[in-house]
């Protein structure tokens, strides 16, 4: 399918005429060792029906143990949320059939989720706060993954077959409904997409789970409904199914507004149901009629106790949460005295994190930002990692700095001892020490080799007591080059400016 074959309406004449209804399902793989009710690890990318016992797989007799990690990061989500986390709930069972959901229903939370009213602020391009509204936060189990072979777009329309692969079902879940997100108008597409860049960055804060799209720990869901001005009731509502980047969320959104404002523009009737976001061109295609809660026949899950969180380990966990990370990032820019400009680059290196851990661990700022967004960054790309990757911590980098600091070394050794760092071959202080890396500080024995230097180029030595003090560079470059850089460059050129008569 592309965009050419679907009657779109123009942008600017979408939002004249309709208000558009938005409403974000966002699902949320915990980052728990073991899976919601059973203890098969959680690790991804196992050799397909590896992790897997007969709890996940639903087999008779198997019964489910709620996963308590999992429970503990429900509340901490819904505490970061603003959410009110509720004193008693049950899961239920929520019935019905796909190949990829072993039991043929799915643990999930209906009537009681463990998180309800709550709300996050998200900021748009320009700075403008927008309130997102959150209806609740449950919690679930993931279903397996269908691969369907064979065909031309990897669905199963048009595959020759199907493969199952139970190891994802029964992972922990959260999902994140939004209420019906009103008001946004011609940015609806643009705080559909700042909202999940901020839910996501919470949970990454949180560290509950590694919100990575790409895999799968993190999956959106997009509805969106379209208004005639003035009218009182929602238009009927689509549900764009696992829409998997930030980027495309937008273009979800953007595209179905053009696409449900044609319809409608048109006489026609918007269908309730699924549809599929396509990466390619930006275009969604119609799925399946979309299911209502009484399809699922919900029911208590009848070998589960209810979860009632203590109302202490709450306020326990409440404490645990972070300040949020735009709100982060803003108090050290300031606190650091960064442009704009020079900031966001630390934060598009993905740099920030590790130059904050370097300060916290004793480094300057100055210090911290020049070995991450230089040095390090160039070490990171010879060897194709991203610079969390890169076989160094903060700590240790703190500690190369703090050794130019006390000029125990220079900034050209530390380079050298940065290097042996990546290579493994211990700490910073050791390494400086097994290996006679220390600064050549000892007056006398530096003096004996500037007068080498000075010997051999004597025409060099003759211009500098002319007053040509620029020509001490090359004697300078000497000293330092017999000893083996371990000297400190700003020293050797007083001494070479002394030893000639003249000052600097």
């Known amino acids: ?25 966002v699902h949320v793989e915990l980052g728990t060792a073991t899976k919601m009710f059973c203890g098969c690890p959680t690790a991804f990318g196992a050799e397909p029906n590896t992790q897997v016992c ?37 899961f239920a069972r929520k019935n019905y059939f796909y190949p990829d959901q072993p039991k043929n229903y799915q643990i999930s939370q209906y009537d009681e989720p463990i998180a309800a009213n709550g709300y996050l602020d998200v900021v748009l391009d320009d700075g403008t706060v927008f309130r997102v509204d959150i209806e609740r936060a449950h919690m679930e189990e993931d279903t397996g993954k269908s691969l369907h072979v064979g065909g031309a777009t990897g669905r199963i329309h048009g595959a020759s077959h199907s493969l199952l692969d139970y190891n994802r079902a029964g992972v922990p879940l959260i999902e994140i409904v939004t209420k ?25 804060s949180l560290d509950v789970s590694d919100v990575k799209m790409e895999q799968g720990s993190l999956r959106c869901d997009a509805n969106v409904s379209l208004m005639p001005k003035g009218a009182k009731e929602f238009g009927t509502r689509t549900e764009t199914k696992n829409v998997n980047s930030l980027r495309s969320v937008e273009v979800a959104v953007r595209f ?27 275009t969604t295609s119609a ?114 700095a703090g050794l130019v600091e006390a000029k125990t070394i220079n900034n050209k050794v530390a380079k050298q001892v940065v290097d042996f760092v990546l290579a493994g ?5 050791a390494i400086v020490e097994a290996k006679g890396l220390g600064m050549v500080s000892d007056d006398s024995a530096l003096q004996t080799e500037v007068e080498k230097a000075l010997a ?22 000497d000293v330092m080059k017999a000893t083996r850089g371990q000297a400190d460059a700003a020293r050797v050129r007083e001494l070479v400016l002394a030893a000639c008569g003249v000052q600097g």
């Open 180 to 204: 019906p997100i009103q008001g946004a108008g011609e940015r609806a597409p643009e705080v559909a997409r700042a909202y999940v860049t901020a839910l996501r960055e919470v949970l990454e």
């Open 456 to 477: 051999a180029n004597p025409d060099i030595a003759e211009k500098i007591r002319s007053g040509k003090v620029q020509a001490a560079g090359k004697v300078v470059g």
């Open 425 to 429: 071959e211990g700490e910073p202080a």
């Open 287 to 400: 799925g399946r009629i979309k299911e209502t809660a009484e399809d699922y026949r919900y029911f208590p899950e009848p070998d589960l106790e209810p979860v009632a969180p203590d109302a202490a380990w709450v306020e326990e966990l409440r404490g645990t949460i972070p300040e949020y990370p735009w709100l982060r990032r803003a108090r050290i820019q300031s606190d650091w005295g960064l442009s704009d400009e020079v900031f966001r680059d630390l934060v598009n290196a993905g740099a920030l994190d590790l130059i904050i851990a370097t300060v916290d661990a004793g480094a300057s700022v100055d210090a911290a930002r020049s070995w991450w967004v230089a040095y390090l960054t160039e070490k990171a790309k010879e060897s194709q990692v991203s610079l969390e990757d890169l076989p160094i911590t903060p700590k240790q980098v703190a500690e190369v």
């Open 54 to 90: 007969p709890v996940c797989l639903g087999l008779p007799g198997s019964l489910p143990v709620v996963n308590e990690k999992a429970v503990e990061s429900a509340i901490r989500i819904g505490l970061a949320l603003n959410c009110t986390i509720t004193p008693w709930g049950r």
């Open 1 to 25: 399918m592309s965009a050419a074959t679907v009657d779109l309406m123009d942008y600017s004449d979408v939002i004249d005429r309709y208000e558009p209804v938005l409403g974000m399902e």
């Open 256 to 282: 179905e507004m053009r696409r449900q404002a044609a319809v409608l523009a048109a006489g026609g009737t918007i269908l309730m149901e699924t549809r599929h976001f396509h990466e390619t061109d930006g």
